[in-house]
C-alpha cells in the first residue's frame, strides 16, 4: 500500500504533469490575452457568432477566474508542492559541508597541480576544505541546490495569491461618460474619465476601446493613465478595468409653438422618458451607428463606426404603443405639440473596479522567484578534488567554464 501511494505521488509530481499543466494553463492565459474580458454577453454573441456561445458557456469571457483556469492552477501547485517535497531531503543534505559528489568520474581534469597551491587557492577563493585519505576535497555556493525549491516557492505563493484574490476580491462596475467623476470614499481619491474612443478593423468590428483617466487625491495631487482592454491601470489597491462599452443619446423635446426645450437630457438603448403634461413615453428602443434591415424588417447595428446613424424609437401614451419610428439624428417626430429628436450620441465605458487583496502575496512571490533564479542561475555549487596530483573540477553548470578558470589559475600562460 505504502508504495502504491509512493508511486502515485511520484507520478502526480513528475515532470510530465507539469509540461501538460503548463501548456493548459499557458492555452487560458493567450485566450486571457486576446478575447477581450469582462465584455457583455451580447458582445460575444454579435462579434464571435459561431464560438460565441461556447466562449460564455466555458467562461472564457472571465478567463482567469474561470473555474476550470483555477482548478488547472490548483493542480499544478499540487504538482509543484509534491516535486518540492520529494526532492527537498536530497537538496537538505547537499548542504552539509560533509557533502561532496562523485567528481573523480569529471572529465575535466587538471594534471600536474602542487598540493599546496590547491590548498592555498581553495581557501583564496573561500572553498569549504575537507582533507581525508590524502585527498583535498573542495566545495562551494552548495546553496545553489536549494534554487529550484525556492522558485517553486514562489510559484506556488503566486498561485495561492491568485486563489485569495478571486475568493476574497470585490468588484463594482462604474459607467463614464467623457468628463464624468466617479468618487471613491474609502480610498480617498476622484476618477475622471477624460477621453473615451474606439478602434475598429476593416469589417468595422471593435477592434479596441481605450479610457484616458486621472485621478486626483484629496490633497490636490493627480495622476493620469490610458487603460484598454488587458491592460488595466491600479491604483491605492483598486484596479481599474476596461470592460465594455455603449452609447447614450442626447434626447430632446421642443413645444412647437413657443420653441421652449422641455426636456433635455442623455438616455442609454432601452431607457424611457416620462413626459407628464401630454401623459407620454418616449422610448429609445436602441441607437444604430451604421443601420442595417433585417430579414424581418428590423433594424440591425452593422457595426459601432458611426457611418449612418439612426435611432429607433417607441412612443407610448398611458401604457399603450402610440407610435415607432427610426429617424436619423435632428429628424423630428412630430406628435400633438411637441417636437421630439435625438441630436447626437456619446460613447460611454464601463470599467470593472476591482479591489484585490492579494497583492502583497504576488508581490512577494515575484521577489521570492527571482531570489529563486537568481540562486539557480548565479550561485550554483562548483567542487574540486585534489587527488595524485591531479586536480578534478565539477560544476552542475557551466562545468567547461569552470573548468577553464580553474585551469587558467594553476596553469602558466606560455
Not at 197 to 226: C, L, N, P, W
Not at 258 to 269: P, Q
Not at 318 to 328: K, M, N
Request: net charge neutral; hydrophobic share 40%.
Amino acid at each position: 500500500m505504502k508504495k502504491r501511494i509512493t508511486k502515485i505521488i511520484h507520478h502526480i509530481a513528475s515532470l510530465r504533469v507539469a509540461i501538460a499543466l503548463l501548456l493548459l494553463i499557458a492555452a487560458y492565459i493567450v485566450i486571457g490575452t486576446l478575447l477581450p474580458q469582462h465584455s457583455a454577453h451580447s458582445y460575444y454573441l454579435e462579434r464571435y457568432v459561431k464560438t460565441g456561445p461556447l466562449i460564455i458557456a466555458l467562461t472564457l469571457d472571465k478567463a482567469y477566474s474561470s473555474p476550470l483556469f483555477i482548478i488547472l492552477l490548483v493542480l499544478f501547485s499540487i504538482n509543484l508542492t509534491l516535486c518540492t517535497a520529494t526532492t527537498l531531503k536530497a537538496q537538505i543534505r547537499q548542504l552539509k559541508g560533509t557533502f561532496f559528489p562523485a567528481v573523480a568520474s569529471s572529465e575535466f581534469v587538471v594534471e600536474g597541480v602542487d598540493e599546496e597551491a590547491v590548498r592555498s587557492y581553495s581557501q583564496r577563493m573561500r572553498f569549504n576544505v575537507v582533507e581525508r585519505d590524502g585527498e583535498i576535497r573542495a566545495g562551494k555556493m552548495r546553496i545553489g541546490v536549494l534554487g529550484a525549491a525556492i522558485t517553486h516557492v514562489g510559484i506556488i505563493l503566486l498561485f495561492l495569491g491568485g486563489a485569495i484574490g478571486n475568493m476574497s476580491s470585490s468588484e463594482e462596475m462604474v459607467n463614464l461618460l467623457p468628463g464624468n467623476e466617479h468618487r471613491f470614499e474609502a480610498q480617498g481619491f476622484t476618477l475622471t474619465l477624460d477621453d473615451f474612443h474606439m478602434t475598429f478593423d476593416e469589417s468595422g468590428a471593435v477592434k479596441q476601446y481605450i479610457s484616458t483617466v486621472t485621478v486626483t487625491d484629496d490633497d490636490g495631487s493627480q495622476r493620469s493613465d490610458r487603460l484598454w482592454v488587458n491592460k488595466p491601470f491600479h491604483y491605492k489597491g483598486l484596479g481599474f478595468y476596461q470592460a465594455n462599452y455603449n452609447w447614450a443619446s442626447n434626447l430632446r423635446i421642443v413645444e412647437r409653438e413657443s420653441r421652449e426645450v422641455v426636456a433635455e437630457g442623455l438616455m442609454r438603448n432601452g431607457g424611457s422618458y416620462f413626459y407628464q403634461s401630454n401623459h407620454l413615453t418616449v422610448q429609445l428602443y436602441g441607437y444604430y451607428p451604421e443601420l442595417g434591415i433585417g430579414h424581418q424588417q428590423q433594424p440591425v447595428k452593422i457595426s459601432d463606426r458611426e457611418i449612418d446613424p439612426y435611432y429607433a424609437v417607441v412612443l407610448y401614451q398611458f401604457g399603450e404603443a402610440v407610435g415607432s419610428y427610426i429617424v436619423a439624428p435632428n429628424q423630428h417626430i412630430h406628435w400633438e405639440d411637441l417636437e421630439i429628436s435625438f441630436t447626437h450620441s456619446v460613447a460611454y465605458t464601463g470599467l470593472l473596479v476591482r479591489k484585490d487583496l492579494s497583492y502583497p502575496i504576488v508581490l512577494a512571490s515575484f521577489l521570492i522567484m527571482i531570489a529563486g533564479l537568481f540562486i539557480s542561475f548565479y550561485l550554483y555549487p562548483r567542487f574540486l578534488l585534489f587527488k595524485e596530483g591531479k586536480l578534478y573540477t565539477y560544476s552542475r553548470r557551466n562545468g567547461w567554464v569552470f573548468y577553464q578558470s580553474i585551469r587558467s589559475a594553476f596553469t602558466k600562460k606560455e
